[in-house]
């Protein structure tokens, strides 16, 4: 598959801040579960621009759309969460070995097949191992996009100093494996429209 232009740093660091009042969206992790849902499912809403090539800022809230799209979003996500549970406390049994194991997992398994279940949401997406091929087909690319992720992530947590960092890393959280899987995994022609389906439904203010 033809790559498209990568997400330069500069533009990932920016990308909370287009729309500074988006950020306020973070309030509703004080409402116990039904904000926790809705900021779930807005967040995964985020990520689905991400794999459409769609930096220019973050998308408007809708409180309903967002909660019941975390809510089923989250109960299509048990088989696999208790899949991958069973398959971690098996290895961790395993001295050594079994932490090297579940290390190499979560780094360049688990990832693709969350971004995947982001874009299809299915529950047979969750299990596409056979994507995990092109992670390593384009080992260099990955590893860059999951360091520049995790540098992001660690100037946020900075940033928590003068409070925004808190929203703008949860906001751009994995943006830069988005943008991979958008890029070489799904096509950003394959996401586009259903992401500009999404953008059209009605939403708040914020």
Request: proline share 3%; glycine share 6%; aromatic share 22%.
């Amino acid at each position: 598959m033809a790559k498209t232009n990568t997400l330069t740093f500069e533009d990932a660091f920016r990308y909370p801040f287009k729309r500074a009042v988006g950020l306020l969206n973070i309030l509703w992790f004080f409402i116990p579960i039904i904000g926790w849902f809705a900021l779930s499912g807005y967040a995964i809403r985020i990520k689905q621009q991400f794999f459409a090539g769609m930096f220019k800022e973050l998308p408007k809230f809708d409180f309903v759309e967002h909660f019941k799209f975390g809510f089923f979003m989250f109960i299509k996500s048990l088989p696999f969460v208790i899949a991958y549970t069973i398959f971690y406390l098996v290895f961790m049994v395993i001295p050594f070995i079994g932490f090297l194991i579940n290390f190499f997992v979560s780094l360049f398994v688990i990832p693709i097949l969350v971004m995947n279940f982001f874009n299809k949401e299915t529950v047979e997406s969750y299990f596409e191992f056979s994507l995990v091929k092109l992670v390593f087909e384009n080992f260099e690319d990955y590893l860059i996009a999951l360091l520049k992720s995790i540098a992001l992530g660690i100037i946020f947590l900075f940033m928590m100093i003068i409070l925004v960092g808190w929203p703008a890393g949860s906001f751009t959280k994995n943006i830069f494996l988005a943008d991979f899987y958008g890029r070489i995994v799904a096509g950003r022609k394959a996401v586009k429209k259903v992401v500009k389906n999404n953008t059209k439904k009605k939403v708040n203010k914020k």
